[in-house]
C-alpha cells in the first residue's frame, strides 16, 4: 500500500502540532496580562517558526503503526514527519496520522530520525527520558553511522542480512584487534 502524499502530509502534520499535539510554550507577556487565580504561567502554541520539521519516506508494517491485525507481508510507504517543538517535545506522524508524541526524546529518537527509520508505536516508549550511560557515552557519529546500518538491514531478508551482520562481525573483530595492539603497543613504549 502507497501513502505517499508529501505536501498534503506535512501540511496535515504541521497544522496539527501547532495547534494541538505539541506543549505550550509558557508566555511571560500573556502571564502579565492575564493574570489567572492559581498562578500559574499562562501557555501559547508554539510559532511555526520555533520548531524543526523532518520529513521522509518509510516502509512500515501494519503492527508498527498499533493495528492488532494486518497480512504479515503487508506494507505500508509512507511519509513519516517529526516535528520537534520549541519545549523539547516531539511528534511522530504517519501521513496524516499521529503516531505518538514523545515528551523529552533521547539519543536514541535523534538517530533514528538521522536514520530515516523510526520505530513502531508499540516501542514509542524506548524514546523518552535519558539513554543508558553507555549509549550517551557512545560517540556520535559512529552511533548515527550504525543506526543507519540497522534501517537499512531492517529491510533485507534473510540471506542479505546475515551477509550485513557477518561484516559487521569483522568489523568489531578488527576493531578489538587494533584495540589489543595498541594496547600492546603503548604498555611495551612504557617499559623501554
Known sequence: MDLRHPVQSLTWAL???LERDLNGVESPVATDLLTTQSGKPLKTR???KDCSVVLFTQCWSPQALGFERGDGGAHVDAETIVITGPCGDACVYVSTQLLYHVEAPNR???LDVAAQQMRGKAEAACYEGRDSVDE???DYEVAGALARVRAVASRLDGAEAERVARRLAACAE???RRESSSTSFGHAA???
Open 46 to 48: 508554539p510559532a511555526e
Open 108 to 110: 536514541r529518537f535523534f
Open 15 to 17: 497544522m496539527r502540532a
Open 190 to 192: 612504557t617499559m623501554g
Open 136 to 138: 550517551e557515552a557512545f
Open 174 to 176: 578488527e576493531l578489538r
